[in-house]
């Protein structure tokens, strides 16, 4: 974990605090008591909901637990699943591994940390979420954009049994995955019109931008999905941008998220652009499979799509 307390842990919760139009929270957090630096958190995840934590090389002493209260979660590690139930228990001093839980059922959980968070949970988080969120409605999407395109990228990734390293990465990369358009001129996003080639070569550097923002923030999570932030725009015949990278070239995080990302685009109502039926645009993902689309991706989304 960053040094930086807000990098500690990452939450759902910031769909239904976000937005205005959200219908429920997925995760609820309360302080149940704090002492010297130390805090006990109490957490409630509905079902569907994902916490974690990163592990932080420059806090080596910090002592961080997990004891499961009731419920079911999933733990995401490499090549395997583990569950947690009541009574189990989870501790690192520091944690050096990426944890991800995924809650099957609504759950509840005690987080125990030595260094300090509650105040600080996901600051650096929700100021960057809210700025993307701003960008995305500016460019002509709905508000609920960036969670559409994290919620179904973390589906692709669970049902790929995708580690909780990877999962972290693509959570933060896809829900952040257009934060570099907060550097790309008004006159050039907000346009009604096609751009021309000078300004559609300033509007693909928003991936450039976008990596860079997030590995300026010295945060683990962030740094980690800067180049989900700066793929997601490649494709799979190398026709994509900035770097025109091909096939295993392009990480699979970004390559899940590029393709939701198009899915996205065309089922929306957009300023330039009607809405596509979701029959059309799964065809034409299918059509391009192999060619933009990793095949495998298209594969695991068509699973949870259909």
């Known amino acids: 974990m960053s040094s930086q307390r807000s990098s500690k842990t990452f939450l759902q919760l910031k769909y239904g605090e976000a937005l205005d139009t959200a219908a429920t929270k997925k995760s609820i957090t309360s302080l149940l008591s704090s002492h010297d630096g130390t805090e006990v958190i109490h957490h409630c995840l509905k079902e569907g909901a994902r916490w974690g934590m990163s592990p932080d090389s420059e806090e080596p002493n910090t002592l961080e637990a997990v004891y499961i209260l009731s419920g079911k979660l999933k733990l995401h590690r490499p090549n395997e699943g583990s569950f947690l139930e009541a009574g189990d228990f989870l501790a690192g001093q520091p944690v050096s591994e990426f944890i991800v839980l995924t ?106 931008y976008g990596a ?21 725009h490649e494709r799979y015949d190398g026709s994509g941008y900035p770097k025109g990278l091909r096939r295993d070239e392009i990480c699979l995080e ?53």
């Open 103 to 208: 809650a099957l059922e609504d759950s509840e959980f005690l987080y125990i940390t030595s260094n300090p968070v509650f105040h600080y949970y996901s600051s650096d988080t929700r100021n960057l979420e809210m700025l993307a969120i701003e960008i995305e409605k500016k460019d002509g999407y709905t508000a609920d954009h960036c969670f559409r395109i994290k919620e179904l990228s973390m589906l692709v990734g669970e049902k790929m049994e995708l580690n909780s390293e990877s999962l972290q990465k693509l959570h933060f990369g896809a829900l952040l995955h257009d934060i570099g358009k907060t550097e790309v001129p008004e006159s050039i996003l907000l346009k009604p019109a096609k751009l021309d080639e000078e300004e559609w070569t300033i509007m693909k550097e928003h991936t450039r």
């Open 212 to 232: 860079t923002i997030l590995r300026k923030t010295n945060i683990t999570h962030f740094i980690l999905a800067a180049e989900v932030v700066e793929q997601h």
């Open 254 to 306: 970004a390559a899940i998220v590029g393709l939701v990302d198009s899915y996205d685009a065309m089922t929306s109502e957009r300023i330039y652009s009607k809405a596509r039926s979701k029959e059309s645009a799964l065809t034409e993902i299918k059509q391009l499979r192999g060619i933009k689309y990793h095949p495998e991706v298209v594969d695991y989304f068509l699973s949870v799509i259909e």
